[in-house]
């Protein structure tokens, strides 16, 4: 289906990836996961249009109080590579 960049159609097809979007980070924490590589291009679509979230080679494990950074560098890479889909 095409649509035009603003229209009423299109805008809630956004919205309703990126309630998606949130669910699947959602579900992760709840689980006690964290991706630590989260980008736009790491969400996907399958063929019903349902959001799935893809390469998990960083991801791990965590407990309440473990900290999740390995290094402060890449934290800050991280970041600044976050913000840019803002």
């Known amino acids: 289906m095409k649509f035009d960049k603003y229209s009423p159609a299109r805008q809630r097809s956004v919205a309703a990836d990126s309630v998606q979007m949130f669910d ?3 579900y992760l924490h709840a689980s006690s996961i964290v991706h630590r590589d989260i980008s736009v291009d790491k969400f996907l679509l399958d063929s019903r249009d349902r959001v799935k979230l893809s390469n998990f ?3 791990m494990t965590y407990s309440a109080g473990q900290s999740l950074f390995t290094s402060r560098q890449a934290t800050q890479i991280h970041l600044d590579s976050a913000f840019l889909y803002l």
């Open 24 to 26: 699947a980070v959602t």
């Open 57 to 59: 080679a960083s991801a």
